[in-house]
Nanobody, 128 residues
Framework: QLQLVESGGGLVQPGGSLRLSCAASGFSLDDYAVGWFRQAPGKEPEGVSCISVHGDTTDYADSVKGRFTISRDSAKNTVYLQMNSLKPDDTAVYYC?????????????????????WGQGTQVTVSS
């Protein structure tokens, strides 16, 4: 069974950090570019970051650039999103998804996430 499972979300104070994980089962993430997008209540999905198939290229939305870092670990079949200096505006459900290639379409607000497959999401809440 093909599955993507996000984890690592939680409640954190402004300025804090979290590391999200995206673990795949039933297939290899090595065959795909992988990205993260988020969706807050009442808002459209927003692309956050994307990492290329070989991990040599990463893209970030302007809203998270310099604060978030995406990485991948082939041995663990997992992609990570390290989130630092978190702000209340970062509050959302975060999803990871697979796609053929990263690009502008993976780091902007969209009506439909530009991914072939994504997981169930993990809630991130930034509040004091």
């Amino acid at each position: 069974q093909l599955q993507l499972v996000e984890s690592g979300g939680g409640l954190v104070q402004p300025g804090g950090s979290l590391r999200l994980s995206c673990a795949a089962s039933g297939f290899s993430l090595d065959d795909y570019a992988v990205g993260w997008f988020r969706q807050a209540p009442g808002k459209e999905p927003e692309g956050v970051s994307c990492i290329s198939v070989h991990g040599d290229t990463t893209d970030y939305a302007d809203s998270v650039k310099g604060r978030f870092t995406i990485s991948r670990d082939s041995a663990k079949n997992t992609v990570y999103l390290q989130m630092n200096s978190l702000k209340p505006d970062d509050t959302a459900v975060y999803y990871c998804g697979t796609t053929g290639a990263c690009g502008v379409h993976t780091i902007v607000v969209v009506s439909t996430p530009p991914y072939d497959y994504w997981g169930q999401g993990t809630q991130v809440t930034v509040s004091s």
